[in-house]
T-cell receptor
């Protein structure tokens, strides 16, 4: 079974631009979560999608948004990029059984550099 | 809000020896899950072990075991017979339990483990 796939692996953008990152979950997993990892702030939860609906949201500005498609693939978008958005963005998928998520499996991340 | 604290930014161990990584957490909930994840240089987070708070028995996965002290809100990871491939950043993580929806994880700051040959 294929793991969680994130594309692209690396990205360089200029301040003010926008960027879209993609995540394909493990087959059968309908919950997808996004995390931002930086040396200063560590791992922080961005949001979670389940059945095409945002179910949880972290404490990030509105420039960070996401969506989920009917095949459970998810995208996150960051608009008006700032230097501080440079980070490793991790996607995780999990199975939902009986209303409860099983453990999360992570992708290899997308390294975003804003210059 | 839940918080997770890892007080050891760095640890080192000799190959074949045992090392224990510490984690404490704070929560007002009685039902939750705790995890240890490993992040090698490839940056992919790999689940090492998980513990359900309602289980008194400590979880074990091969060379990895935990010491879960619910009253003390402590969740340490013991790695036995350390191998070079165990070198990585280790994160302790908390998740709310049954009856709640969602998979939101709260992570600690991480402990960088070095394994010396």
């Amino acid at each position: 079974k294929a793991g969680v796939t994130q594309t692209p692996r690396y990205l360089i953008k200029t301040r003010g631009q926008q960027v879209t990152l993609s995540c394909s979950p493990i087959s059968g997993h309908r919950s997808v979560s996004w995390y931002q990892q930086t040396p200063g702030q560590g791992l922080q939860f961005l949001f979670e999608y389940f059945s095409e609906t945002q179910r949880n949201k972290g404490n990030f500005p509105g420039r960070f948004s996401g969506r989920q498609f009917s095949n459970s693939r998810s995208e996150m978008n960051v608009s008006t990029l700032e230097l501080g958005d440079s980070a490793l963005y991790l996607c995780a998928s999990s199975l939902v059984q009986g209303g409860t998520n099983t453990e999360a499996f992570f992708g290899q991340g997308t390294r975003l550099t804003v210059v | 809000a839940q918080t997770v604290t890892q007080s050891q930014p760095e640890m080192s161990v000799q190959e074949a020896e045992t090392v224990t990584l510490s984690c404490t957490y704070d929560t007002s909930e009685s039902d939750y899950y705790l995890f240890w994840y490993k992040q090698p240089p490839s940056r992919q987070m790999i689940l090492v072990i998980r513990q359900e708070a309602y289980k008194q028995q400590n979880a074990t996965e091969n060379r990895f075991s935990v010491n879960f002290q619910k009253a003390a809100k402590s969740f340490s990871l013991k790695i036995s017979d350390s191998q070079l491939g165990d070198a990585a950043m280790y994160f302790c993580a908390y998740r709310r339990g049954l009856g709640t929806s969602g998979s939101r994880l709260t992570f600690g700051e991480g402990t960088q483990l070095t394994v010396n040959p």
